[in-house]
Nanobody, 121 residues
Framework: QVQLVESGGGLVQAGGSLRLSCAAS????????MGWYRQAPGKQRELVAT???????TYADSVKGRFAIAADNAKNTVYLQMNSLKPEDTAVYYC???????????????WGQGTQVTVSS
């Protein structure tokens, strides 16, 4: 099985910073991409940022210039540095990984349990 364990959420004032981490473990052959999504109360889950194994990144327009995603491929870990946080960034942040468990296996998507980020005004 595969596990994604997130850490680093918490309460911060507007303008502050937080760094989220997510480590993937278990039966993993290769990871194609990892990313962060978030879900605010009453809203749908939305993409925040993704990074491929080759280092290509994508960001939601709402976080461009404030958030930065990075990965340590050797540790199967992805990070999200969040700066200049705003109250509208408040949400549960979920880690996602698209990976293969076997060399010729299909790519499957796995999710972490989520970590709460609360930004006070």
């Amino acid at each position: 099985q595969v596990q994604l364990v997130e850490s680093g959420g918490g309460l911060v004032q507007a303008g502050g910073s937080l760094r989220l981490s997510c480590a993937a473990s278990g039966s993993i052959f290769s990871i194609n991409a990892m990313g962060w999504y978030r879900q605010a109360p009453g809203k749908q889950r939305e993409l925040v940022a993704t990074i491929t194994s080759g280092g290509s990144t994508t960001y939601a327009d709402s976080v461009k210039g404030r958030f930065a995603i990075a990965a340590d491929n050797a540790k199967n870990t992805v990070y999200l540095q969040m700066n200049s946080l705003k109250p509208e960034d408040t949400a549960v942040y979920y880690c996602n990984a698209d990976l293969r468990q076997r060399r010729f296996g299909s790519i499957q998507s796995y999710w972490g349990q989520g970590t709460q980020v609360t930004v006070s005004s």
